[in-house]
Every structure is written in structure tokens, then in C-alpha cells.
């Protein structure tokens, strides 16, 4: 079993309101076809501006979760084009706030040969609604689903010690507890890079492998899902408390 998040980075472009980035999932799929996996997708373009610029008023979270429902439908067809079959399970409807309380929905569907597919969400809380992003929704899998790693797939091909392409930035490739690293691809309201690498951190601790590889990157995804180590990915390890490595 696998926890795997398309980034809203991978999928759409962040810095142009409800722009689906097609082709990018159709192009690694054949690499999960067949394997045990739940999935998440980001919300990216279909939510972050939303959720920007109407905050969540009843407005906004209409708006939002519409939007959202186009990106998760778009996603859907496009694996269900390459022959992974996955049924959409609405965050709102099993998540309350942080909590995954009723992960029999998404059990049931792996039970039935198919790939639950979640997302980055506005779900019911104690306060009202809050905005929970796909990386705390990995967390919360992997309590439910013990995977044998996640892996989170971006546009960037890993975790970068300042955001990918300013001067200096170098690659990360294997990251030993936390970093000091903030950025995000465009519009974010979750926390960008930051969130990632602490929901990373939090699936570590719980013992699981965590990869950040880019969606472009088959090779990586493959030797993953095949219980190799990926050569194009940054890969986390949260250390023991002995001093030495926990992987
Ligand atoms: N230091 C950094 N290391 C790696 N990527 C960075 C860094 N700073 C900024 N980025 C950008 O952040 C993107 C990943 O963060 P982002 O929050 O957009 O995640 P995502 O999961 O792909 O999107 P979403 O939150 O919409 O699902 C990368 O693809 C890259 O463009
Ligand atoms: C902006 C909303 C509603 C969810 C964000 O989820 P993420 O893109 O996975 O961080």
C-alpha cells in the first residue's frame, strides 16, 4: 500500500486561477496501475485564489468546493483514461476538521479493487469550516492505511534549500530531520513547502519512508513503488533518537 499526493503544483499551474496541467498524471500512471495506492490530489489552481480572495464565507466555500469538484473529475477521467480506476471521496464528507472519521469509506474502496482519491478540502469543524490541505489528508491515511511510503509529486523534484531556480538554491537529497525552508509554486494559502515538509515529518515519525520527487519523474515514481530507492527524489529521514537514522 502507497500514499501518493499529485501536487497542486504538478497538476495545474498555481500562478493562473482553474488552469489543469493535463497530461501529467496520464503520464505517470502507468507506474501505479495495478499497485495498492490511496490517492490525494492538491486543490492548486482550483482553490488556493478562492479561497484568497473570499476567505471561507459561504461564498467562498461554495465557490471553492465547486471548483474543486472540476479538478477532482478532471483527475479522475484522466487516470480512468490510462486504467486506474478511482472513486473520489470528498473530504468534507468523512474529515472533521483534522480527524478522518469515517476512513471505512476509503478501506471499503480499496476492499473493492478501486484507488480512493482525496483532496486538499474545505471540511466541517468545531469552528465553522476550516481548509485542510491533501499533505495533513497523507497523515491521516497513513494512521489508517500503514503504507509502506509516501510520496508526494510535485513540480520541483524535490525539497531545495531556497525556492528551485534563485541563486544558490541547491537540492536537498536526503533531508535528516526539519529544514528551514519556506516557498510555494504561486498562490497558496496551506503554507506552501513548509506544510509539506511537516506533514513529511509527522509520517516519519510514524516510521513510514517519505519521497518528494517531481510528476515528471516515471524513473523515481517506478523504483519507489517496486521498494527501490528513487534516484531523482529527496527523500526523508527523521532522526533516531539513538543519533543514528530511523530508515
Ligand atoms: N524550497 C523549495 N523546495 C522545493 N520546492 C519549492 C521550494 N520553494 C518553493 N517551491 C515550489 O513549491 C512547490 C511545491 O509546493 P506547493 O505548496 O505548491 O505543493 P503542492 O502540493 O504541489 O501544491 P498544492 O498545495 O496546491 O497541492 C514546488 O513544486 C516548487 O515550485
Ligand atoms: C485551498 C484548499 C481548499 C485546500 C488546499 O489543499 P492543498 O492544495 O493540498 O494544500
Known sequence: MYVIKFGGSAITDKTKPLTYRRG???????????????LIHGAGSFAHPHVKAFGLSPLG??????????LTAYVVEELAQ????????????VFWGRALVR?????????????????????????????????????????LLKPKAVIFLM?????????????????????????DVEGTAGVDVTGGIRKKIEAGLAIARM??????????????????????????????EVPHPSGLPAL
Open 24 to 38: 501529467r498524471i496520464s503520464a505517470v500512471a502507468a507506474e501505479i496501475m495495478g499497485k495498492p495506492a490511496a
Open 61 to 70: 466555500i461554495s465557490l471553492t468546493k465547486a471548483a474543486l469538484r472540476r
Open 82 to 93: 490510462a486504467g486506474v480506476f478511482a472513486v473520489p471521496v470528498e473530504p468534507s464528507d
Open 103 to 143: 476512513g471505512e469509506v476509503i478501506t471499503h474502496a480499496i476492499k473493492h479493487g478501486m484507488y480512493p482519491l482525496l483532496h486538499g478540502d474545505i471540511v466541517p469543524s468545531d469552528d465553522g469550516y476550516t481548509v485542510i490541505s491533501g499533505d495533513d489528508i497523507a497523515v491521516e491515511l497513513v494512521k
Open 155 to 179: 513540480d520541483a523534484d524535490g525539497i531545495y534549500t531556497a525556492p528551485p531556480g534563485t541563486p544558490g538554491a541547491r537540492k536537498i537529497e536526503r533531508l535528516i530531520g526539519d529544514v
Open 207 to 236: 516510521g513510514t519512508p517519505v519521497y518528494y520527487c517531481s510528476i515528471r519523474d516515471r524513473e523515481s515514481l517506478r523504483a519507489i513503488l517496486n521498494g527501490g530507492e528513487p534516484a531523482g527524489c529527496t527523500v526523508l
